[in-house]
């Protein structure tokens, strides 16, 4: 017999509006696979009497998302805010056993931990696919797909916006603040894009991916992050004069019993997939030891690619319930056999380094100098047209690999020599 499972909405902004017309579209094929309809119950606002899109019996709003946790006519919850009391709103709806479904990246990146393990205990199910890659169903692959995989590498492009940015300035369009700008006018960048072209909202997303592929229970914090702000029009060019494009990828390798977990601009070979994903899209290219290279592409963001992710989870969720079956969260939970993130200032890389240099002899054995006394061996040199004007020529390094700490304290110690204007630019190089 068909069960009716009630839902709690908290938030009915772009994703939870796409949420409500997908549940009211109900395709068959959705309720075929339930067995069971999913029912909005109560729908939690910050505005009560704000006109939306779509539209929702008044009778459903609520202004405290607290209640909407504790109603029992409410046995799933889908929090979508975002908001500073998420954690609260999720966390009272596990003890409850009640079932939830989040997009919040943030969140889980932090605390998930907490959560997966609440719960558990809870006999609750938390899904969370909506959380990365928008409707590309990245989550639900790793965690059922390539169940029978080591898997062995992930790289990502995992933000649209810098993403967006960098395409723009790849194809001429402008510098990095005038491209910003463009895809602000677009509605491809907040306000405050701060988030986005840091990197630190790809780091949250990979912090969730690298606990599902490599069993880290690292959070954010601790993964590698730089964001685009400084890459400049001449490192576009530079890097296609070498075969490169720029990307901001993240990266998760193993590297013995450690993983690599990084999320940087990379240069990429520019016949390589990630650097031909192009504009908002966002793409997963993972290594798994039975089945290879497999790729995953599509719109990381947007209300309909990301609300289609939520109710898929809602679906599985109805199923679980309805079927009897338990709680499917137990795969999230790592005990002493956490894999540790390994130090950034070990991982060894190839490095693309752009300098002004005086126009005097000696100045290129010197840089040289610098980078021998760090082990740094040099692959190739290009040296430009000298500045007329200032005296000084761009001069190009790329080289070979070497550790990241050696890099950092070369460039420390060209800072200190009287032979360069500015500061000298790097950009980490990686073979896909």
Not at 30 to 42: E, V
């Amino acid at each position: 017999m068909s069960k009716t499972i009630g839902v709690g909405l908290i938030g009915l902004g772009t994703v939870g509006g796409g949420v409500v017309r997908l549940l009211q579209d109900s395709p068959c094929s959705m309720r075929r696979r339930t067995g069971a309809s999913l029912a909005l119950k109560r729908v939690a606002v910050r505005d009560l009497g704000k006109s939306r899109e779509v539209p929702v019996d008044a009778s459903l709003l609520t202004g405290d998302a607290m209640a909407l946790v504790r109603d029992p006519q409410v046995q799933m919850v889908v929090e979508l805010t975002g908001a500073p009391q998420a954690y609260e709103w999720i966390s009272e709806a596990l003890r409850a056993g009640k079932d939830v479904v989040t997009a919040n990246k943030a969140l889980l990146a932090e605390r998930g931990d907490e959560l997966f393990r609440l719960a558990l205990e809870k006999g609750a199910d938390l899904m969370f696919e909506a959380s990365v890659a928008g409707g590309i169903p990245i989550i639900r692959m790793l965690r059922n797909g390539l169940v029978a995989n080591r898997v062995e590498s992930l790289y990502g492009i995992l933000n649209g916006t810098t993403n967006y940015i960098l395409t723009q300035m790849t194809r001429g369009a402008g510098g990095y603040a005038e491209t910003l700008r463009h895809a602000q006018e677009k509605g491809y960048a907040e306000p405050d894009p701060t988030l986005d072209v840091s990197g630190q909202d790809a780091a949250q997303k990979l912090a969730i991916l690298c606990r599902i592929a490599f069993q880290t229970t690292g959070t954010a914090k601790q993964i590698f992050c730089e964001g685009i702000e400084r890459i400049e029009p001449q490192d576009i060019e530079y890097a296609r004069e070498l075969g490169y494009t720029i990307k901001l990828l993240a990266i998760a390798k193993r590297r013995g019993e450690e993983v690599e977990a990084r999320v940087h601009p990379v240069m990429v070979p520019s016949e390589a997939l990630m650097a031909n994903i192009h504009d908002v899209f966002n793409a997963i290219e993972v290594v798994g030891s039975s089945v290879g290279t497999q790729v995953f592409y599509g719109r990381g963001a947007g209300q309909m690619p990301t609300a289609s992710a939520v109710v898929a989870d809602m679906v599985e969720l109805a199923e679980r319930r309805n079927s009897g079956a338990g709680p499917a969260i137990g795969d999230m939970i790592i005990g002493d056999e956490a894999t540790a993130i390994a130090d950034m200032r070990q991982v060894e890389l190839r490095y693309y380094l752009r300098a002004l240099a005086c126009d005097r002899p000696g100045v290129l054995a010197q840089i040289a100098r610098v980078l021998a006394e760090e082990r740094i061996s040099i692959a190739s040199v290009i040296q430009k047209e000298r500045d007329l004007q200032g005296g000084t020529v761009p001069l190009i390094i790329v080289t070979h690999e070497a550790p990241e700490a050696g890099m950092q304290r070369a460039l420390a110690a060209l800072g200190r020599l009287d032979i360069l204007e500015g500061q000298a630019r790097v950009i980490r190089i990686e073979a896909l």
